[in-house]
Protein backbone atom coordinates (compact mmCIF):
# COMPACT_ATOMS: atom_id res chain seq x y z
CA UNK A 1 0.00 0.00 0.00
CA UNK A 2 2.68 2.34 0.84
CA UNK A 3 3.65 4.63 -1.73
CA UNK A 4 0.50 3.80 -4.21
CA UNK A 5 -1.16 6.73 -3.21
CA UNK A 6 0.14 9.78 -1.67
CA UNK A 7 -2.15 11.31 1.46
CA UNK A 8 0.95 12.91 3.75
CA UNK A 9 -0.88 15.71 5.41
CA UNK A 10 -4.68 14.59 5.41
CA UNK A 11 -6.12 13.39 8.41
CA UNK A 12 -9.34 10.92 7.95
CA UNK A 13 -11.86 10.33 10.66
CA UNK A 14 -13.62 6.23 10.20
CA UNK A 15 -16.20 5.57 12.29
CA UNK A 16 -16.07 2.12 13.65
CA UNK A 17 -12.29 2.32 12.78
CA UNK A 18 -11.96 0.23 16.04
CA UNK A 19 -12.19 -3.16 14.32
CA UNK A 20 -13.53 -5.21 11.41
CA UNK A 21 -13.97 -3.18 8.07
CA UNK A 22 -13.44 0.09 9.60
CA UNK A 23 -9.82 -0.75 10.89
CA UNK A 24 -9.00 -2.78 7.45
CA UNK A 25 -9.88 0.91 6.25
CA UNK A 26 -8.03 2.63 8.37
CA UNK A 27 -5.08 1.00 8.10
CA UNK A 28 -5.01 1.64 4.07
CA UNK A 29 -5.08 5.00 4.54
CA UNK A 30 -2.57 4.95 7.00
CA UNK A 31 0.00 3.06 5.10
CA UNK A 32 -0.56 5.88 2.66
CA UNK A 33 0.75 8.89 5.03
CA UNK A 34 -3.36 9.52 6.76
CA UNK A 35 -2.89 10.59 10.27
CA UNK A 36 -6.22 8.65 11.41
CA UNK A 37 -9.20 9.23 13.80
CA UNK A 38 -10.64 6.03 15.20
CA UNK A 39 -14.45 6.80 16.39
CA UNK A 40 -16.25 4.05 18.06
CA UNK A 41 -18.29 3.57 21.44
CA UNK A 42 -15.60 1.29 23.29
CA UNK A 43 -12.87 3.40 24.17
CA UNK A 44 -10.60 0.18 24.76
CA UNK A 45 -11.21 -1.17 21.47
CA UNK A 46 -10.35 2.27 20.24
CA UNK A 47 -7.56 2.39 22.20
CA UNK A 48 -6.47 -0.80 21.33
CA UNK A 49 -6.82 -0.01 17.54
CA UNK A 50 -4.63 3.04 18.01
CA UNK A 51 -1.65 1.34 19.85
CA UNK A 52 -1.96 -0.77 16.26
CA UNK A 53 -1.67 1.82 13.80
CA UNK A 54 0.87 3.84 15.81
CA UNK A 55 2.24 7.56 14.28
CA UNK A 56 0.00 10.20 15.28
CA UNK A 57 -3.52 8.09 15.38
CA UNK A 58 -6.24 9.81 17.55
CA UNK A 59 -9.00 7.65 19.46
CA UNK A 60 -12.62 9.24 20.08
CA UNK A 61 -15.40 7.96 22.23
CA UNK A 62 -18.75 8.47 20.17
CA UNK A 63 -21.85 6.59 20.46
CA UNK A 64 -23.57 8.32 16.85
CA UNK A 65 -27.05 7.50 17.34
CA UNK A 66 -26.77 10.48 20.12
CA UNK A 67 -27.78 13.56 18.15
CA UNK A 68 -25.50 15.77 19.73
CA UNK A 69 -22.86 13.74 19.17
CA UNK A 70 -21.79 13.95 15.57
CA UNK A 71 -21.14 17.89 15.59
CA UNK A 72 -19.20 17.40 19.03
CA UNK A 73 -17.02 14.61 17.34
CA UNK A 74 -15.75 17.17 14.50
CA UNK A 75 -15.07 19.76 16.42
CA UNK A 76 -13.01 17.25 18.92
CA UNK A 77 -11.15 15.87 15.34
CA UNK A 78 -10.62 20.06 14.67
CA UNK A 79 -9.38 20.83 17.84
CA UNK A 80 -6.89 18.37 18.22
CA UNK A 81 -5.95 17.41 14.52
CA UNK A 82 -6.27 20.90 13.36
CA UNK A 83 -8.45 19.53 9.59
CA UNK A 84 -10.96 16.81 8.57
CA UNK A 85 -10.23 15.75 4.95
CA UNK A 86 -11.57 12.13 4.54
CA UNK A 87 -14.35 11.09 6.28
CA UNK A 88 -15.60 7.21 6.53
CA UNK A 89 -18.66 6.73 7.76
CA UNK A 90 -17.94 2.68 8.10
CA UNK A 91 -19.73 2.33 11.68
CA UNK A 92 -23.07 0.50 11.88
CA UNK A 93 -24.79 -2.19 12.62
CA UNK A 94 -27.87 -5.18 12.00
CA UNK A 95 -30.86 -6.14 13.55
CA UNK A 96 -31.73 -9.77 12.07
CA UNK A 97 -35.79 -10.24 12.20
CA UNK A 98 -38.55 -10.62 10.15
CA UNK A 99 -40.47 -7.48 8.82
CA UNK A 100 -43.20 -8.56 10.85
CA UNK A 101 -41.28 -8.86 14.07
CA UNK A 102 -39.29 -5.34 13.88
CA UNK A 103 -40.03 -3.26 16.75
CA UNK A 104 -40.00 0.80 16.81
CA UNK A 105 -37.26 0.96 18.89
CA UNK A 106 -35.24 -1.91 16.94
CA UNK A 107 -36.10 0.10 14.08
CA UNK A 108 -34.67 3.05 15.23
CA UNK A 109 -31.77 1.74 16.13
CA UNK A 110 -30.41 0.58 12.82
CA UNK A 111 -31.61 3.69 11.11
CA UNK A 112 -30.16 6.34 13.61
CA UNK A 113 -26.53 4.11 13.54
CA UNK A 114 -26.50 3.72 9.37
CA UNK A 115 -28.81 6.33 8.35
CA UNK A 116 -29.46 9.11 10.65
CA UNK A 117 -25.63 9.28 12.33
CA UNK A 118 -23.79 9.22 9.11
CA UNK A 119 -26.14 12.37 8.34
CA UNK A 120 -25.54 13.89 11.05
CA UNK A 121 -22.00 13.36 11.00
CA UNK A 122 -21.44 14.12 7.61
CA UNK A 123 -23.28 17.91 7.74
CA UNK A 124 -21.11 18.82 10.80
CA UNK A 125 -18.00 17.61 8.06
CA UNK A 126 -19.20 19.81 5.64
CA UNK A 127 -17.22 23.11 6.56
CA UNK A 128 -13.99 21.04 7.31
CA UNK A 129 -14.26 19.02 4.00
CA UNK A 130 -14.88 22.17 1.66
CA UNK A 131 -11.66 24.12 3.63
CA UNK A 132 -9.57 20.86 2.47
CA UNK A 133 -9.89 21.71 -0.88
CA UNK A 134 -10.22 18.06 -2.06
CA UNK A 135 -13.01 16.83 0.65
CA UNK A 136 -13.71 13.00 0.56
CA UNK A 137 -16.87 11.03 1.94
CA UNK A 138 -16.88 7.16 1.83
CA UNK A 139 -19.93 5.84 3.04
CA UNK A 140 -20.55 1.66 3.67
CA UNK A 141 -23.38 0.69 2.24
CA UNK A 142 -23.78 -3.23 1.44
CA UNK A 143 -24.69 -5.94 -1.01
CA UNK A 144 -28.37 -4.92 0.35
CA UNK A 145 -28.14 -1.62 -0.64
CA UNK A 146 -28.93 -3.76 -4.19
CA UNK A 147 -30.67 -6.45 -3.35
CA UNK A 148 -33.35 -7.88 -0.69
CA UNK A 149 -33.10 -10.85 1.79
CA UNK A 150 -36.23 -11.94 4.17
CA UNK A 151 -34.18 -11.10 7.68
CA UNK A 152 -32.73 -7.50 7.83
CA UNK A 153 -35.73 -5.10 6.63
CA UNK A 154 -34.53 -2.25 8.52
CA UNK A 155 -30.66 -2.96 7.49
CA UNK A 156 -31.70 -3.02 4.24
CA UNK A 157 -33.77 0.26 3.94
CA UNK A 158 -30.96 1.81 5.54
CA UNK A 159 -28.17 0.93 3.50
CA UNK A 160 -30.10 1.22 0.39
CA UNK A 161 -30.87 4.96 1.45
CA UNK A 162 -27.32 5.44 2.64
CA UNK A 163 -26.47 4.53 -1.30
CA UNK A 164 -29.16 7.63 -2.33
CA UNK A 165 -28.16 9.68 0.07
CA UNK A 166 -24.43 9.51 -1.10
CA UNK A 167 -25.32 10.30 -4.30
CA UNK A 168 -27.30 13.32 -3.17
CA UNK A 169 -24.01 14.87 -1.57
CA UNK A 170 -21.80 14.19 -5.02
CA UNK A 171 -24.23 16.21 -6.74
CA UNK A 172 -24.62 19.06 -4.06
CA UNK A 173 -20.55 19.18 -2.69
CA UNK A 174 -18.85 18.55 -6.09
CA UNK A 175 -18.28 22.23 -6.75
CA UNK A 176 -16.73 22.10 -3.17
CA UNK A 177 -14.04 19.81 -4.31
CA UNK A 178 -15.41 17.13 -2.07
CA UNK A 179 -16.34 13.38 -3.72
CA UNK A 180 -18.95 11.49 -2.17
CA UNK A 181 -18.64 7.56 -3.18
CA UNK A 182 -20.08 4.34 -1.73
CA UNK A 183 -18.45 1.18 -0.85
CA UNK A 184 -20.55 -2.21 -0.84
CA UNK A 185 -19.29 -5.14 1.17
CA UNK A 186 -19.80 -8.61 0.45
CA UNK A 187 -19.87 -11.33 2.99
CA UNK A 188 -16.93 -10.34 4.94
CA UNK A 189 -15.51 -11.50 7.78
CA UNK A 190 -16.11 -9.46 10.92
CA UNK A 191 -18.12 -9.36 14.72
CA UNK A 192 -20.92 -8.41 12.45
CA UNK A 193 -21.05 -11.69 10.79
CA UNK A 194 -19.31 -13.89 13.32
CA UNK A 195 -22.79 -13.39 14.96
CA UNK A 196 -24.64 -14.26 12.04
CA UNK A 197 -22.75 -17.39 11.22
CA UNK A 198 -23.64 -18.51 15.06
CA UNK A 199 -27.25 -17.76 14.40
CA UNK A 200 -27.35 -20.02 11.28
CA UNK A 201 -24.71 -22.40 10.87
CA UNK A 202 -25.20 -23.02 7.50
CA UNK A 203 -23.94 -19.65 6.37
CA UNK A 204 -20.15 -19.91 6.01
CA UNK A 205 -20.52 -22.58 3.43
CA UNK A 206 -23.24 -21.47 1.40
CA UNK A 207 -21.05 -18.08 1.10
CA UNK A 208 -17.98 -19.71 0.22
CA UNK A 209 -20.50 -22.10 -2.15
CA UNK A 210 -22.19 -19.04 -3.78
CA UNK A 211 -19.40 -16.34 -4.29
CA UNK A 212 -17.22 -15.90 -7.62
CA UNK A 213 -14.07 -16.05 -5.13
CA UNK A 214 -14.80 -19.00 -3.33
CA UNK A 215 -14.26 -17.24 -0.19
CA UNK A 216 -15.19 -14.64 2.43
CA UNK A 217 -14.09 -11.12 2.52
CA UNK A 218 -11.39 -10.13 5.00
CA UNK A 219 -11.04 -6.25 6.12
CA UNK A 220 -7.56 -6.07 4.52
CA UNK A 221 -9.63 -6.15 1.33
CA UNK A 222 -10.89 -2.77 1.80
CA UNK A 223 -7.83 -0.68 2.29
CA UNK A 224 -6.89 0.06 -0.87
CA UNK A 225 -10.01 1.15 -2.18
CA UNK A 226 -10.74 3.52 0.83
CA UNK A 227 -7.15 4.79 0.09
CA UNK A 228 -8.30 5.34 -3.55
CA UNK A 229 -11.28 7.09 -3.04
CA UNK A 230 -9.12 9.65 -0.47
CA UNK A 231 -6.62 10.26 -2.81
CA UNK A 232 -6.44 12.81 -5.66
CA UNK A 233 -6.02 10.09 -8.27
CA UNK A 234 -10.08 9.47 -7.40
CA UNK A 235 -11.45 13.43 -7.84
CA UNK A 236 -13.57 12.77 -10.83
CA UNK A 237 -14.85 9.24 -9.58
CA UNK A 238 -18.11 10.60 -7.27
CA UNK A 239 -21.48 9.33 -6.27
CA UNK A 240 -21.15 6.13 -7.36
CA UNK A 241 -21.65 2.85 -4.83
CA UNK A 242 -18.69 0.01 -5.82
CA UNK A 243 -19.09 -3.34 -4.38
CA UNK A 244 -16.32 -5.14 -2.49
CA UNK A 245 -17.67 -8.58 -2.63
CA UNK A 246 -15.57 -10.99 -4.58
CA UNK A 247 -18.36 -11.38 -7.50
CA UNK A 248 -21.34 -12.07 -4.98
CA UNK A 249 -23.88 -9.69 -6.14
CA UNK A 250 -23.25 -10.40 -9.67
CA UNK A 251 -25.37 -13.67 -9.37
CA UNK A 252 -29.50 -13.55 -9.45
P1 LIG B 1 -18.21 -4.66 13.17
O1 LIG B 1 -19.35 -5.05 14.04
O2 LIG B 1 -16.96 -5.46 13.18
O3 LIG B 1 -17.82 -3.14 13.44
C1 LIG B 1 -18.82 -2.17 13.61
C2 LIG B 1 -18.15 -0.90 14.07
O4 LIG B 1 -19.13 0.12 14.19
C3 LIG B 1 -17.50 -1.06 15.44
O5 LIG B 1 -16.26 -0.42 15.40
C4 LIG B 1 -18.47 -0.35 16.38
O6 LIG B 1 -17.80 0.26 17.47
C5 LIG B 1 -19.03 0.72 15.47
N1 LIG B 1 -20.36 1.15 15.89
C6 LIG B 1 -21.50 0.43 15.85
N2 LIG B 1 -22.52 1.15 16.33
C7 LIG B 1 -22.01 2.35 16.69
C8 LIG B 1 -22.55 3.53 17.27
N3 LIG B 1 -23.85 3.62 17.57
N4 LIG B 1 -21.73 4.57 17.50
C9 LIG B 1 -20.42 4.49 17.20
N5 LIG B 1 -19.84 3.41 16.67
C10 LIG B 1 -20.62 2.35 16.42
O7 LIG B 1 -18.84 -4.58 11.71
P2 LIG B 1 -18.22 -4.59 10.25
O8 LIG B 1 -16.80 -4.21 10.25
O9 LIG B 1 -18.64 -5.85 9.62
O10 LIG B 1 -19.11 -3.45 9.59
C11 LIG B 1 -18.60 -2.20 9.19
C12 LIG B 1 -19.56 -1.61 8.18
O11 LIG B 1 -19.64 -2.47 7.04
C13 LIG B 1 -21.00 -1.47 8.70
O12 LIG B 1 -21.58 -0.29 8.22
C14 LIG B 1 -21.69 -2.68 8.10
O13 LIG B 1 -23.08 -2.48 7.96
C15 LIG B 1 -20.99 -2.77 6.76
N6 LIG B 1 -21.09 -4.06 6.12
C16 LIG B 1 -20.52 -5.17 6.67
C17 LIG B 1 -20.63 -6.40 6.04
C18 LIG B 1 -19.99 -7.65 6.56
O14 LIG B 1 -20.16 -8.70 5.94
N7 LIG B 1 -19.25 -7.61 7.64
C19 LIG B 1 -21.37 -6.54 4.78
C20 LIG B 1 -21.94 -5.31 4.30
C21 LIG B 1 -21.79 -4.13 4.95
P3 LIG B 1 -17.91 -0.34 18.97
O15 LIG B 1 -17.56 -1.79 18.86
O16 LIG B 1 -16.94 0.44 19.76
O17 LIG B 1 -19.33 -0.13 19.37
Not at 29 to 56: D, F, H
Not at 81 to 103: E, F, Q, S, W, Y
Not at 192 to 206: G, S
Not at 226 to 242: M, R, V
Amino acid sequence: MAGMFDLTGRVALVTGGNGGIGFGMARGLAACGARIVIAGRSAEKNAAAAAELGGQTLALQAELTDPAVPAKLVEEVLAQAGRLDILVNNAGTNIRKAPHMVTDEEWMTVLDTNLTGVMRLTRAAYPALKASGHGRVINIGSMLSIFGVSFSPAYGASKGAVVQYTKSLAAAWSADGITANAILPGWIDTDLTRKARQDVPTLNDAVIARSPSKRWGDPKDFGGIAAFLASDEAAFITGTAIPVDGGFSIQG
